[in-house]
């Protein structure tokens, strides 16, 4: 899926499909570029989640930017959620390490222990909302829970935008890891430093993403699952 999208993105980038156009169909799409539906329309979805395309139905795909400036999540994009992560998320944290009952050490370790085990990205993306609810659920403020929940749907989308395109699941457990370490310690500082690096490297990895194309990734036969 990655080389098809890097495929496409650079036809996008380099204006072999000029903004207006149409993308051909799945069907020719797949036949050129040899890989299956499922896996096109991985590509596909991600392209639009970028900024890139946007899918008209019975009509087809069309290119909408040349550039990727900001991608969308569900009805948020990128930055204004980081922005407000950042702002709630952090401080959540270390109320979290002050106020942390036995029985929300007990739910994140459990959640931990799944997310570590887990392989399919759908489950994982399930586990890590459920994560950061808890994390909010912890610091025993229902206004805190409440946000997470409103952003929940995008969060979701993010985290899978992330470790589709960015292979993080291994790296955010790590950080989960240390932020559920940071609550079992009772340490708002370590907690507040765990969830800030959490959210610095989540920034890093989209800002990776959505760096311009630089060479075309042509996808090669046989890649199709």
């Avoid at 759908?122 to 409440?146: E, G, I, K, M, Y």
């Amino acid at each position: 899926m990655e080389a098809v999208l890097g495929h496409l993105r650079a036809a996008i980038e380099r204006g072999a499909y000029a903004v207006g156009d149409k993308l051909p169909s799945e069907a020719e799409l797949c036949r050129s570029l040899e890989v299956s539906r499922p896996v096109l329309r991985e590509a596909l979805r991600a392209l639009q989640t970028m900024g890139l395309t946007v899918s008209r139905t019975g009509k087809g795909t069309f290119v909408v930017a040349n550039t990727v400036e900001d991608p969308t999540f569900g009805d948020y994009a990128a930055s204004d959620l980081l922005e407000v992560r950042r702002h709630v998320e952090i401080p959540v944290a270390g109320y979290a390490a002050l106020r942390r009952t036995s029985e929300d050490l007990d739910h994140l370790a459990h959640l931990l222990e799944r997310m570590e085990r887990e392989t399919d990205t759908t489950s994982w993306v399930a586990l890590d909302t459920l994560f950061h609810l808890a994390v909010a659920q912890a610091a025993q403020n229902p206004v805190f829970r409440r946000v997470i929940e409103e952003i929940r749907d995008a969060l979701a989308r993010q985290s899978a935008f992330l470790n589709e395109l960015g292979g993080r699941r291994e790296q955010s457990n790590r950080e989960h890891r240390a932020i559920v370490e940071a609550l079992l310690d009772g340490s708002e500082p370590d907690a507040v430093e765990a969830m800030t690096h959490h959210l610095d490297r989540v920034e890093t990895t989209l800002t990776d993403i959505v760096r311009p194309v630089r060479a075309e990734n042509s996808p090669e036969g046989g890649t199709d699952a």
